[in-house]
């Protein structure tokens, strides 16, 4: 994956609270309600099931446990300062993460746009052990989110960047800047659901044929579908695509997330063992590579009604 390198970066779709010295509320925090998270609720079952509770002690050891921090002052300057242009985003992995979020962000805003519908862009939050949202006090255990109560209703995508590494680490995934393009492009298809109304007109619960797995599995797609086509969307209108190319292997790298934090494998593997798709509330691996693909494949967000179908994969 690369970057034209004379395409400007937009860093104020980006909040850094990374160097943030708010005050700590301590502890660990369950989920709070109405954040949708890539793993979260899969973390969040694993952990009450199998560690004795999210509050509480034991649980698996997933991401950071450590302080919470109370808000969170927004320091973007060095940001600003690092991530000028392409350029920096092939050089550098912060700048890498603002390109992907200024591509995918110009990909909604123009396709709302020729519907008629005016996109409303969320800022990326970037945070360090934990975050206190609209949707109550999280920590990095609950991995990449999206919280809708924030900005007036407008939405917050969270995200701390040690999650990246963790994929590798804990999921055994392959990781690479796609991967993580994938994971970015998930948590913007549940904003697009959250401008679209699509969020509150689904019940939750869990199972594999779950209002909670479609809205994932739609997710997904969502994602897909700005990958194909993220060579050619540009940042600016009339301007050029950030993102110069995308390789098979980028696109394979992504896939094998999905797999990786399906709910099958995460209870199989990260678990006891024990599949019980009564739990499921992400979709299987199959599931979220399938529709991955068909976002992919089709380039076409109305191919992604995972609620009108009976066939989920």
Known sequence: ME?????????????????????????????GGGGIGIVGLVIYFLMSQFGGGVGGGGGIPLGSTGEVRDGGQVDNANLAEQCRTGSDANAKHDCALVAIINSIQAYWSDQFSRSGVTYKPAPTRFFKGGVNTGCGSQTSDTGPFYCPADRNGDGLVYIDLAFFPQLQRDFGAKGGQFAEAYVLAHEYGH?????????NRVKRGSGPNSDSVRLELQADCYAGVWAKHATTTPVQKGGRPLIRNVSQEDINAAIDVAEKIGDDYIQKNLGDGTVDKSKFSHGSSEQRKKWFNTGMQTGDPSRCNTFDTNSLG
Do not use: K, W, Y
Request: charged share 20%.
């Open 3 to 31: 970057f034209n390198e004379d395409v400007g970066l937009d860093t104020s779709q980006v909040e850094d609270t990374r160097s943030s010295p708010g005050g700590g509320i301590g502890g660990r925090a369950a989920l």
């Open 191 to 199: 904003h697009v659901q959250n401008l679209l109304g699509t969020s």
